[in-house]
């Protein structure tokens, strides 16, 4: 098998490596690569490490001894310089930052402060640890900025965001990680500091803290309860198996160009009714005795701003560096489907640690 990164590169700093898709880069590391991998995160509300300790009982000790778990906040500018002095990085993975748009309208001031503030101390602390660096671990370090689709606005019904689409942010969440962008993007300008920066869209999978649509649907359906389908159900995004986007976030570390920006989408384009439908088509073949699980399914008001479509093309990423998804939509949405069914427990868990029981958020007026 082929080295998912480098020999160049020892020592992995992972921010948000306890969240969905940085648990799923940890693990990654973990199971394929020989690295140290320090995972930096401040165990918010939606932080959890049980996939990756899931990892590690099946890899044995030599792994264990491989991960270090950092609870650090980003926006302690302190904390966040000995973190980084302590994993001293040859390959930085800025995973860490709030996400969920319902939340970001609610309470938008710690977008603010984790993914804009966050972003801006952790860029000083890897400047810093970047400019100190011998010759030869300078010119390998790599400081890799994963961000969103969300950036570049709303589109028409035709058209996808590509590496040169303005940014148009419409909510909190996505003007929040924009100006994430734009500091990266500026400290490679006026600094020099090697970045990368990938946008990408909407991820499912496994180990998905259960707010976001595809888990909240599963749960409601299992439960009975009303599955709610925001506005006409119209909103169309581009849905990307978690795993793909882990192969393109280490393709990029291992081979993308410093100074450019990548967008990753899985060629997922579906609406949000479409997703719902599909759940409801899988639900009444994995749990006929409740089907029709879609006659749960109900319209409610519209989120605020509600972005009507975004689309990517991925296709510098897949000409330059050679990476193509690996799952198709309705294969990894089965795949996510059963997970959950098999892990009920544990999204009881995390829903109740972070006192949340589904409700819905981020609702205005």
Same mark, same amino acid.
Request: proline share 5%; glycine share 8%; charged share 25%.
């Given at each position: 098998? $082929? ?130 660096? $011998? ?36 909510? $909190? ?20 500091? $090697? ?171």
């Amino acid at each position: 098998m $082929p080295s998912l990164l480098p020999d160049s590169i020892r020592r992995v700093l992972v921010t948000g490596g306890a969240g969905f898709i940085g648990g799923a880069v940890v693990r990654r590391l973990l199971r394929d690569t020989q690295v140290q991998v320090f995972n930096l995160d401040k165990m918010g509300y939606a932080s959890d490490c049980s996939g990756i300790e899931a990892e590690l009982t099946g890899l044995g000790a030599a792994a264990v001894r491989r991960h270090h778990l950092l609870q650090v906040d980003l926006a302690d500018e302190q904390a966040t310089q000995a973190a980084v002095k302590q994993a001293d990085p040859d390959l930085v993975l800025h995973l860490a930052a709030e996400s969920h748009v319902d939340r970001s309208i609610d309470g938008p001031g710690a977008f603010l402060e984790s993914n804009v503030s966050g972003t801006f101390s952790l860029l000083q602390a890897c400047r810093a640890h970047w400019e100190v660096l $011998p010759d030869e671990r300078k010119a390998q370090f790599r400081f890799q900025h994963i961000s969103t689709d969300e950036v570049f606005g709303s589109l028409g019904a035709k058209g996808r965001f590509s590496e040169t689409t303005p940014y148009d942010p419409r909510s $909190p969440y996505s003007a929040s990680k924009a100006a994430s962008d734009h500091l990266v993007s500026a400290w490679h300008h006026t600094y020099g500091m $090697p970045v990368l920066l990938t946008n990408c869209s909407n991820n499912y999978g496994p180990w998905q803290f259960p707010e976001k649509l595809i888990p909240v649907v599963i749960l409601k359906a299992v439960a009975g309860e009303p599955i709610p389908l925001y506005g006409d159900g119209a909103n169309v995004r581009d849905w990307l198996f978690v795993d793909d986007h882990v192969d393109a976030l280490l393709l990029v570390a291992s081979k993308g160009e410093v100074g450019r920006s990548y967008c990753v989408g899985g060629h997922g384009e579906r609406s949000n009714r479409e997703v719902v439908e599909t759940i409801c088509v899988l639900l009444d073949e994995l749990r006929p005795q409740d089907a029709p699980h879609a006659r749960l399914i109900t319209l409610v008001n519209d989120r605020p701003g509600h972005d009507r479509r975004y689309a990517i093309d991925p296709g510098r990423i897949m000409v330059e560096l050679g990476w193509q998804p690996r799952h198709a939509f309705r294969t990894g949405l089965e795949a996510t489907v059963r997970w959950y069914l098999e892990h009920l427990d544990w999204c009881a868990a995390v829903r109740n640690r972070a006192d949340y029981s589904g409700e819905r958020i981020g609702v205005t007026g």
